[in-house]
């Protein structure tokens, strides 16, 4: 996208970011932790500054995150979200993000249930804008927090083999995470039932199985450091993808008998929120692998290090 | 400051020294130098009643200057005074017109800052906005007793009210020029250059 990797304008994609962009990220992020322990931890860099947080998608943890972050470094924050807006109204995508724009925000932080709406509303508006995800696209900022709890638990992620299992084509976790890891010199192996492999899934740079207990043991393509179970999306769902829940849990879930094939360390992570019993057993997600909960604590630190990068100094780039 | 660039890992070729030009301080001039700044420290500062002394570094070479001094005032006054470093990034003014930066880390000297005489230390002492940066970010560790501002090199062109209790060396310069402090720490070699105006980015 621009020019410069330096100035980082927009954050759209996981494919935005270089890897030293991304490592730089990671790293302010460790530091915003840090100070997260504080009894005060409001930081001053963002004073005077606005975002928006333009949701037209339900939300928990990404919204709240993000409102967190944006608080913590003193930036305003607005929360719009499409109930209750003039988007029931029947307002286009761009008359809503040109009004909100309009009003003299510094940032728009998007979800749509639409792919590419984020990019859209980019190069409709004056100020920054940040995917919180679009449809089945992308999510960065999620792989940005999947890359930290990684890191935190198993040092460097250059030469990780990372297994990502369950929903892959209605997942926008998983294309943002391939390109992540990727661009962080991990491997992916991308596991999931004939039916919800993406059609495109061969121009992604990973290998692919639809047997999970040979990826797991390693027999597949080699022994796993980490393996991240995605959630079965039933409201995008509009057909018979799998026959039956059980029938998905038996051939797809992680199992207590699957998490045994894995090394000792390997941690299981889930973006949340959890179908228990279906792709993910309540072993492995309240087991001692499971980061689930670093996870969500990342989010913070991670959306403060976007907003930090992306706000604090592009002043002049916003006339 | 404005004609002062803070490449942590820079060395002397990248940091734009160029041609053959000699240092305003050699490696000598600088261990005599930090040694008359921990004398004065140990006379004024170091045994200071109630709670005592912290050095606190801004980074980024002003972390091992602080090591240092408090090496050489145990050396000298057999006192150990604990060191911190605190990370000023995100309380800067000019964060809008120079861009993010990273972070580097804040490490509270043991015991703390509360009811201290806390002595910031710093390579250079040039417009204060650092200076100033650094007792936003300071009050935030807590409410030290008295704070004091230790600098290597006394360049000049203050904008703002703040002056400096210990200074190494005043350098004057003029605005075009930039001074760069290498220390061995992260640079391989003790030294002060002052580069001119065209040689600098």
Same mark, same amino acid.
């Given at each position: ?16 970011? #270089? ?7 990671? #790293? ?33 943890? $990404? ?31 761009? #008359? $809503? ?42 999510? +960065? ?7 930290? $709890? ?24 998983a294309r943002s995470n ?19 492999? +993406? ?8 290998? $692919? ?46 199992? +207590? ?9 390997? +941690? ?52 | ?9 820079? =060395? ?28 004065? /420290? ?12 912290? *050095?606190?570094?801004?980074? &980024? ?33 000019? *964060? %809008? ?18 009811? %201290?005489?806390? /002595?910031?230390? =710093? ?15 300071? &009050? ?10 230790a600098t290597l090199v006394d360049r000049?062109? %203050? ?20 001074? %760069? ?21």
């Amino acid at each position: 996208m621009s020019e410069d990797p330096r100035t980082l304008r927009h954050l759209l994609s996981a494919a935005d970011l #270089d890897r030293d962009t991304a490592v730089e990220l990671l #790293d302010t992020a460790a530091r915003m932790h840090a100070l997260q322990a504080r009894e005060v931890k409001k930081l001053p860099p963002l004073r005077g500054r606005t975002i928006v947080n333009l949701f037209f998608e339900d939300s928990t943890r $990404t919204r709240s995150s993000f409102e967190i972050a944006g608080k913590w470094l003193s930036a305003d924050v607005v929360n719009v979200s499409a109930k209750g807006s003039s988007v029931s109204k029947g307002e286009s995508l761009r #008359d $809503t993000a040109l009004t909100v724009a309009a009003m003299g925000v510094d940032a728009l932080v998007v979800r749509h249930n639409a792919s590419g709406a984020a990019a859209r509303i980019a190069g409709w508006v004056g100020c920054h804008v940040v995917n919180a995800g679009d449809g089945t696209h992308e999510h +960065p900022t999620q792989a940005l927090l999947d890359a930290y $709890t990684l890191r935190q638990r198993l040092g460097d992620i250059e030469g990780r083999h990372v297994a990502i299992i369950g929903d892959i084509t209605h997942s926008r976790v998983a294309r943002s995470n391939v390109i992540l890891l990727n661009t962080l010199g991990a491997r992916v192996t991308i596991v999931a039932p004939p039916t919800l492999m +993406p059609s495109g899934i061969a121009s992604w740079q990973c290998e $692919t199985s639809w047997d999970i207990d040979s990826v797991l043991s390693g027999k597949a393509y080699g022994d796993v450091d980490a393996v991240m179970m995605l959630r079965v999306q039933r409201e995008r769902m509009s057909g018979g993808y799998f026959p039956s829940e059980r029938e998905y849990a038996i051939g797809y879930g992680l199992s +207590p008998e699957r998490l045994d094939l894995l090394g000792d360390a390997a +941690p299981v992570l889930h973006p949340g929120p959890m179908n228990r019993g279906l792709e993910i057993s309540s072993a492995a997600a309240d087991g001692e692998r499971s980061v689930v909960l670093d996870q969500v604590r990342a989010g913070v630190s991670v959306r403060m290090a976007v907003l930090f990068r992306l706000l604090a100094g592009n002043a002049e780039v916003v006339v | 400051m404005p004609s002062r660039s803070r490449t942590p890992d820079a =060395d002397a070729a990248t940091v734009g020294i160029v041609g053959p030009a000699a240092p305003v301080l050699s490696a000598a001039d600088v261990a005599r130098v930090i040694d008359r700044l921990a004398h004065q /420290i140990l006379e004024s500062a170091a045994h200071a009643a109630d709670g005592g002394c912290a *050095l606190v570094g801004i980074p &980024t070479r002003g972390v091992p200057l602080a090591h240092r001094l408090a090496a050489r005032i145990a050396d000298f006054g057999d006192v150990t005074i604990p060191v911190g470093s605190l990370d000023i990034t995100l309380y800067r003014d000019d *964060l %809008r017109l120079r861009g993010a930066r990273p972070i580097v880390e804040t490490r509270e000297p043991a015991g703390g800052v509360d009811g %201290r005489t806390v /002595i910031l230390v =710093d390579d250079v002492l040039c417009s204060g906005r650092s200076c100033r940066a650094a007792l936003d970010a300071l &009050t935030e560790l807590g409410r030290p007793r008295v704070v004091q501002l230790a600098t290597l090199v006394d360049r000049g062109h %203050r904008e703002l009210p703040i002056r400096a209790d210990y200074v190494g060396k005043n350098l004057p310069t003029s605005a075009e020029q930039s001074v %760069r402090v290498l220390m061995t720490e992260i640079d391989e070699v003790d030294a002060v250059y002052v580069v001119g105006g065209d040689a600098d980015e």
